[in-house]
């Protein structure tokens, strides 16, 4: 990266960044549950629990940072993370998590603006990843509105996870098709989509 990653508070019209806080961990921890009927499955394998030191890339092999979403009231309503920054960091995976109150208001989308532009620009990346549950349509037509490809699928293990028994009622036809299963486990299919820094300059001229 070219910039201190705690160097600047980014200011948007509805939403704001800044570095991730130890605070904001545990304040993550009090964010009600999901009411979406598949949303334990939007992250598989499921998310280790990761320090403070690690979360803002301090660990002694971390490769994590991580930036609060906060609304114009000052609460934190999300996060947006980086993991798997290689080495020369000039790629690195995206992971952005809202607060259940404040899904379908478009402050995912405004948030995600703001972060490719700091990403793209001062931080000095020159190409994002994400993996995202391709059942997510939301998500997924979200990160193709920024401008994300996809370049690949894969299929991730469900576990005993009961929200699995779902697919076979009639309302969640439309989400059956990224679920298979075979005599040991059902598999969500995930996609893998990519950004690059030329995609995301063209776009924004």
């Known amino acids: 990266m070219n910039e201190d990653v705690s160097a600047r508070t980014i200011h948007g019209n509805r939403v704001l960044l800044r570095l991730w806080h130890r605070g904001d961990t545990l304040a993550q921890e009090l964010w009600p549950r999901y009411t979406e009927p598949f949303s334990s499955l939007w992250n598989i394998p499921p998310n280790q629990s990761f320090s403070y030191d ?84 939301r998500a997924v037509r979200c990160y193709e509105r920024l401008g994300f490809r996809y370049i690949a699928s894969d299929w991730r293990g469900a576990g005993s996870d009961p929200s699995v028994r779902l697919i076979d009622e009639p309302r969640y036809a439309n989400v059956a098709p990224f679920f298979k299963r075979n005599r040991h486990e059902a598999q969500v299919e995930f996609y893998e989509m990519e950004l690059t820094h030329t995609e995301w300059t063209a776009r924004q001229r």
């Open 54 to 137: 690690e979360l803002v890339g301090r660990g002694s092999n971390s490769q994590r940072y991580a930036w609060a979403v906060e609304d114009r009231h000052r609460r934190l309503i999300g996060r947006i993370s980086l993991r798997e920054v290689d080495p020369p960091r000039t790629r690195a995976r995206l992971g952005i998590s809202l607060s259940q109150p404040y899904v379908s208001q478009g402050l995912g989308t405004e948030s995600l603006l703001l972060f490719l532009d700091y990403y793209f620009g001062p931080l000095g990346f020159v190409c994002m990843r994400l993996d995202v549950a391709a059942f997510n349509q």
